[in-house]
């Protein structure tokens, strides 16, 4: 049978082609949450109480990576790709979520929000960067400006502990909301309690090795990650009336290449675009999506080069002249 010439898949069919992929193989989501949380525990408590410290600081350091697979399980678990249904999963689950200042209701929330909105234009945007158009920039408040410049900025990506987990899942939904979101109250209870209870254990460096440092690094990776799967090189940025979901995922989400070890450290999250293709695809499917998908095998491309970063965290503002996302600076000298 000649392949050669089959319609590209695309919209709905190309949804369609993903959902054999979507179907979980229980025993092996529970293999992998079970083994990952293992590790994680161990790991961090290598880094809290032995009393070797180059020893406790590279368990802390490979700690911090396997938080972000644990969070991905969460992840996962939370858009019903794995374990749906299970009690025992969310009595494992939503703790762990709640140390990330991510209260279930609230992450459905505005995760749920990124997925249906990935990639277009708005000042604010609930779980997500927001994105403005050069013109909307020069059009906005002084106050607008300033509040866009601080969501995109570095320092936000790299501080995401304070900035990214604890005020915007945190505090701030609680102050507004909180009754509505009471679980990110709960949450930052959760979360200072696990500090506290690591200092009460072992001091002052148990809770610093064990937990805050790992938790800093794992935020910052975690947080970039997320920038960076839709703002990178060659990304579009797509109005309300172009949009749909197979768009914002092929043209608005990159493929983050990444070693192997790395790949595994964080969930395969680094598939993007086959993510934002069909969510509920396992984790652990999505390199098998991509093998067996064409129209999945030519995504836009990212990395964890230094080159590759820079560039993206350059990225501000929309040009629609220019048809690419843009530098202040460059916004400047083209206006």
């Known amino acids: 049978m000649d392949t ?34 293992t590790l994680l525990i161990g790991l961090l408590g290598s880094a809290a109480f032995l009393p070797w410290l180059p020893v406790r600081i590279a368990t802390g350091f490979v700690g911090a990576l396997v938080m972000v697979r644990a ?9 019903g790709a794995i374990l749906r249904g299970s009690t025992l999963a969310k009595l494992v689950l939503y703790p762990f979520g709640m140390l990330f200042f991510m209260g279930p209701k609230y992450w459905r929330e505005t995760h749920n929000f ?18 403005l158009t050069v013109e909307m920039y020069r059009k906005s408040t002084w106050g607008q400006r300033l509040n866009y410049r601080i969501m995109r900025h570095p320092l936000t990506i790299l501080l995401a502990y304070v900035t990214v987990f ?8 609680f102050v507004k909301h909180p009754l509505k979101h009471w679980a990110a109250g709960a949450a930052m209870l959760v979360h200072g309690g696990l500090i506290a209870a690591l200092w009460f254990a072992g001091g002052a460096d ?15 990776l975690g947080a970039y990650m997320f920038y960076a799967q839709h703002n990178f090189r060659g990304v579009k940025v797509l109005d309300e009336k172009d949009w749909s979901v197979t768009d914002a995922a092929l043209k608005s989400s990159s493929y983050m290449k990444l070693p192997r070890i790395l790949d595994w450290m964080t969930g395969s999250i680094g598939f993007h675009h086959i993510h934002h293709v069909n969510s509920t695809i396992p984790f652990y499917r999505l390199r098998e999506a991509m093998a067996a998908i064409p129209e999945l095998q030519k995504p836009l491309v990212t990395t964890l080069k230094p080159s ?16 690419r996302m843009v530098s202040f600076r460059e916004a400047r000298r083209a206006a």
């Open 4 to 37: 050669d010439n089959k319609p590209e898949l695309t919209g709905n069919d190309l949804v369609a082609a993903t959902r054999p992929f979507a179907r979980e193989k229980r025993a092996l989501s529970w293999f992998h949450l079970i083994t990952t949380f």
């Open 71 to 79: 969070f991905i399980i969460y992840h996962d678990f939370q858009h």
């Open 114 to 131: 990124h997925h249906a909105h990935v990639s277009t234009f708005s000042h604010s945007a609930p779980g997500s960067f927001p994105i």
């Open 166 to 173: 604890l005020f915007s899942h945190g505090i701030e939904p």
């Open 206 to 220: 148990a809770a610093l090795l064990g937990f805050i440092a790992p938790y800093t690094f794992s935020a910052a």
């Open 308 to 323: 590759d970063v820079i560039h993206s965290l350059r990225l501000k503002v929309w040009d629609p002249a220019a048809g």
